[in-house]
């Protein structure tokens, strides 16, 4: 990435699961402004500032870490245990595909 390139924004979309959808009051898929490099965290920044009802749903507000049972995946990937501030692939950071939360199934 070059110089000129840090810090502008790109489009990324992100889809919720039903719960954080139904509480934002958005659709399955929003679109979001993200500053580059564009990261985990930072999706999660801008996803917070425009539904500040989602702060603490998503990651701890102590911590700032992922909730454990959501998960984040990217290009049919599980980003869950990657280091929030990795930078996400190229097709997610472009907006050809999407970076999808869910949340994860537990039980027996």
């Not at 110089?3 to 929003?30: C, T």
């Not at 996400?88 to 970076?99: K, Q």
Request: overall charge negative.
């Amino acid at each position: 990435m070059t110089d000129a390139e840090a810090g502008a924004a790109k489009q990324v979309r992100v889809i919720l699961p039903y719960p954080l959808r139904n509480l934002a009051g958005s659709g399955a898929e929003v679109s979001l402004a993200v500053t580059t490099p564009v990261t985990v965290r930072r999706v999660l920044d801008a996803l917070e500032a425009r539904y500040p009802m989602l702060r603490g749903t998503i990651r701890a507000y102590e911590s700032g870490q992922r909730r454990a049972f959501l998960r984040f995946f990217a290009c049919e990937e599980d980003w869950s245990h990657e280091p929030m501030d990795a930078e996400l692939p190229a097709a997610v950071a472009e907006g050809r595909e999407p970076l999808l939360i869910l949340g994860a199934i537990a039980g027996g």
